[in-house]
Nanobody
C-alpha cells in the first residue's frame, strides 16, 4: 500500500501563488509517475500535471506557463507551484501515483481563487 498526504491548499486572490506538496509513504519503492489532478463539483477529475520518475513532465494546456511540477525522489514527494492563479483554477486538487498496475490517490486539498 502507498499513502499520499497533500498539503498547501487554501484561499488566494486572483494573480496569487500557492505551492502544493504531496508526500508518499508506505511501500514507496518503485513508485512510478506522480501527478496532480483537480475536480470541481459536478465535473470530471482532470489532469493538471504529471511527472515521471526520470523528471519528464506534461501539463494541461490550461496551466502551461503558470504551474510547475517537480519531484524529490529521495523524499518521495511531488510539488506543484501554482502562479498567476485564476478563479477557474478553483477545485479540489488530488495527488496521484502509481506502482505497477495500481494507482493511488491522496485525500485532496481545496484550492480557492477568489477576491
Amino acid at each position: 500500500q502507498v499513502q499520499l498526504v497533500e498539503s498547501g491548499g487554501g484561499l488566494v486572490q486572483p494573480g496569487g501563488s500557492l505551492r502544493l506538496s504531496c508526500a508518499a509513504s508506505g511501500r514507496v519503492a518503485s513508485i512510478g509517475d506522480m501527478g496532480w489532478y483537480r475536480q470541481d463539483p459536478g465535473k470530471q477529475r482532470e489532469l493538471v500535471a504529471r511527472i515521471t520518475s526520470g523528471g519528464r513532465t506534461n501539463y494541461a494546456d490550461s496551466v502551461k506557463g503558470r504551474f510547475t511540477i517537480s519531484r524529490d525522489n529521495a523524499k518521495n514527494t511531488v510539488y506543484l507551484q501554482m502562479n498567476s492563479l485564476k478563479p477557474e483554477d478553483t477545485a479540489v486538487y488530488y495527488c496521484y501515483t502509481d506502482k505497477g498496475l495500481r494507482g493511488y490517490w491522496g485525500q485532496g486539498t481545496q484550492v480557492t481563487v477568489s477576491s
